[in-house]
Structure formats: structure tokens, C-alpha cells
């Protein structure tokens, strides 16, 4: 029996799993230290590059929708004559449980309704004003924006995989860029090692707050305290779960577990929209929209420079978070979307990936968000919770959720026990692809790694979600995404250049191409026309050639009798 070669990368493997270990070391071990350090290095990012995250993110968005109308969108990402790997339809469902996660169970009924008790600062008016303006603000952070920016790396990985033949790995998205020697060497090591970090800490953060709901709704139920140690014990048992999904292979684990999830997360959206206010939901959802494509120009470029601190706390508590969490889940995301596109064109890649995914988030947040500001509009302080520290009444952003399936009727605890799965499940997801595609990087784009490997990184997964709740809870959740995402920023702006370059050679090769083909067969075509005109000219001097000969022998004969 011969022994499978290792295909781990030293070079990436081990300085990215080292490092994030000794982190997790060191927040248990040192966690003063961790904390002060996380707290001085957020807020010199947040002061110093916060304005950096929402241009690159705004350019990102932009460069997604353009090389989807752009000259380019014909070219198939993929050998021209094979077909699409999925079915149209099946490539949309494939999108759309793409595009569901824990942030939207956690976030789902708490932003829009925190938007709404305490407004962005600047944001002034009546209830229905401020309730549209929340509405509005959600959309922003989790509808194009988000989309474009996996459709940066999406793009550019799809390309370099199913068009370029290159491993499933984040350096080669910048190979037209760096050159193929670079990206083979120490350059392209620290790409991946920066894409691992990115990975590991976003699907971490997305661990922290679902543990966090878990907490809450177990609290709810009167199951138990939502303790740090219960969150601790959670953590334990949803990472025992992710590995045991890992060990079962994609086929029976996450297939299964994704297939059950998008039949669970359907019937909350439904229940929630049949037992709510479903015309209202459905009014609001139209309203939203119009609202947010009106707006969306300035509030995507808003950086509240005329509001203070009051503004820079509420940029890196929402804004800026949430473009480093979806940065750090760029790698992940983008490949996923990559590996599922293979003989999809340009065009169809980027109208799919921003569309798809934006209209099950508008849906998600208006049935749940549109319900909740509509259930504290007609029962002020139904949807408020006191803060443990003040005592004054706000937004709880673990329990929204399910004091809005309080208020429903016949909702409540049964539905509770639904979100509770919903997020678990989610979790385990989101753990097995994101260590299988963590792991596919540090093996060097090997599409198959080892067993053991896969469950280091589920593990360590877990691990950093618990390092980072014991460190300060939401708040270091918050930071670990935004500092991570500011090192690979610089890895996404180079994959849209590099897509962009590739895309414009091929672009021109193929132009030159149909030049030559249409030149080739307009010379065929003048000279097939040429050689039947001077055929049929030579045929016809030749009949009459004939003619005229017998004519004269007919002459001379006549004569000469």
C-alpha cells in the first residue's frame, strides 16, 4: 500500500498556523496585554486608514458592476466550447445559500432596529424617516458592496483556475500582475499565509457572534445562563460538530448540512412573514429598495467627518466592520464562488454574484428588520432590552430575535429553538468550507488535503473564536476583523488589477484574432469572386472566339465556291 505524498506548503503552512496559534496563546495567557494591544491597534486603523476602507470598497464595487457591462463580459471563464459546469438554476441556488450565513441570523432583526432607536449620527427626523434611513443604512453594508468585493477575488480566481488551468490557491489570482516566478516563490507564500489569516479570523468572528445568539436564546428558552463559560462550552461542542463534518467528507457532510439549513432558514423567513405584517414586509421591501438605489451614492461615501468622535465610533462599530469582515471573508467566499462558475462568461459571473446574493439579504432584512421596526413602532419598548451596565432601554443585538418571535403570534419559544439550529448548523458550514479551503492554500491549491489538516484548522477555528470572546467579546470580534482585512486589501487590489490585465490581453488576442478571420475570409471571398468573374469573362471570349471562328470558315467556304 503505497503512502499518500504530503502536499503541505512549509512555507505557508507553518507560519500561518503558528502564528494564529501563539495569538490564541496569548489571549488566554496574556489577555490584558491582547486586549490593550487589539484596542490601540483598532483605533490607530480606525483613524488612520477608515476613510482607505470605504473608497477601496467603494472602488471595488464599481470595478465589479463595470467588468460586467464592460467589453469583456463574452469571455467565458473556462475553454470556450465546454458548457457550464451547473445548470443556470442550480447556479442561482448555489449563490443564494451563498449569500445566507450566521451574520444575517445575528444581524437580521438587531441592525435595522438599532439604526432605528439610535441613528446614525447626522440622521435626524420623524419615526417613518429614521425607519426608512435604517432600512436604507443595511442595505448599504450588506448588499452590492459586499458582493463586489468577492466579486474582485471571485473573479480573478475563476479566471486563473478555469481559463489559465492554475491550482485552486489566492496567489495565482495575481500572476499577470507579479509574474509567475513571484507568485511561485516567498511573494506569493506571504499572499496565501495573509488570505489564511483573513479566512481563519472571519469565519471566527462569524463563530463569536453566533455563539453569542446561542447564549442569548438559550437564556431565553430558561435553559441556561448566557455566561462567558457557557459561550465558552458552545464553542467546544460547535467546533467538536465542524470537525465531526469534517471527518465525513463534503459529499455526506456539508451537502447535507447546507441542503437542511436553506430548508430551515426558509421556513423562519416564511413563518416570520405569514404570522407578521406580510403586506406591510412586502410595501416596505419594494419602498427599501428604491430608497437605497436613490441614496446609496452618498451613503456609500459617507465618512461622518463633520460628527466627531461620535461619527469615528459609529464608522468602526458598523461601517468599517463590516468592510473588514467581508474582506477577511474574501478568500473563502471568492473561491467557493470561483469553483461553482466554471463555464459561466464574464458578464454572467458578475450579474450573478451581485444580484443573487443582494436579493435574498433585501428579503431576509425586510422580512425580519421591517417586522421588528414596525412591531416597536406599534408597541414602543417591545423590542428594548435594559443595559446591564446603565440600565437604560436599547437594542440587545443577542436577543432581537427572539423577542420579535415573542411578539409574533404563535411564535415564541418553538421558533427560537429553530434559530438556535439555524446558527449552529451555519456555523458547522461555514467551519468545514473554511477550513477546506484554508487548507486547500496551505497545500498549495492541492483540491484534495489530508484529513488531519482539514480538522487543525477547524479546530484552530474554534480556538480563535474562543481567544477573542475571552479577550472582549464583541467588541474584539470587531477588531480582529478590521485589522485583518487591511493587510489582504492590498492583496484584492492587486488581483482587480491583474484581472483586469489579463482580461485585456486575452481581449485584444481574441480582437486580433477576428480581425485576421474576417480578413482571411474577405480575402477568400474577393478572390472566389475574382476567379468566377475571370472564369465566366474567359469562357465567354472563348465562346465567342469559337463563334466568330466558324463564322469565318463559313465565309472563306462561301467564297471560295
Known sequence: MTRRRSTIAPAVFYPAGGLILLFVLLAFFATDTVKEVMNTLQAKTINGFGWYYVVIVAAFMIFAIWMGVSRFGE????PDDEPADFRLPVWFAMLFATGMGIGLVYYGVAEPLSHFESPKPGVTGDAPALAQAAMGQTY???GFHAWGIYVVIGLALAYAIHRKGRPASIRWALEPLLGQERVKGRLGDVIDVLAIFGTVFGVATSLGLGVQQVAAGLDYLEVADATLALQM?????ITAVAAISVASGLERGIKWL???NMVLAGL???????MGSTLFVAREWVQSIGYYLQNVMFMTFDTLAFQGDDGLAWESGWTIFYWGWWMSWAPFVGLFIARISRGRTVREFVLGTLLVPMLVTTVWFSVFGGSAIHQERNDPGSMLAPDPETGEMVVNTDTAMFQLFESLPGGGAWMAVVAIVLVVVFFVTSSDSGSFVVDMLANGGDPNPPLWSRLFWA????????ALLYAGGLSALQT?????ALPFSVVMIGSAISVWKALDAEYRQITRAERRLRRRELTEHVTEHVTDHVTENFA?????????GTRRSRWRRSTSG
Not at 462550552?233 to 461542542?237: D, E, S, T, Y
Not at 480582529?480 to 485583518?484: G, R
Open 75 to 78: 469571455i467565458t471563464l473556462g
Open 140 to 142: 448599504v453594508h450588506w
Open 233 to 237: 462550552g458552545l464553542i467546544a461542542a
Open 258 to 260: 447546507s441542503n437542511g
Open 268 to 274: 423562519l423567513v416564511l413563518a416570520v412573514l405569514i
Open 459 to 466: 479546530i484552530l477555528e474554534g480556538g480563535v473564536a474562543a
Open 480 to 484: 480582529a476583523a478590521i485589522l485583518t
Open 540 to 548: 465567354e471570349i472563348s465562346q465567342q472566339s469559337r463563334t466568330n
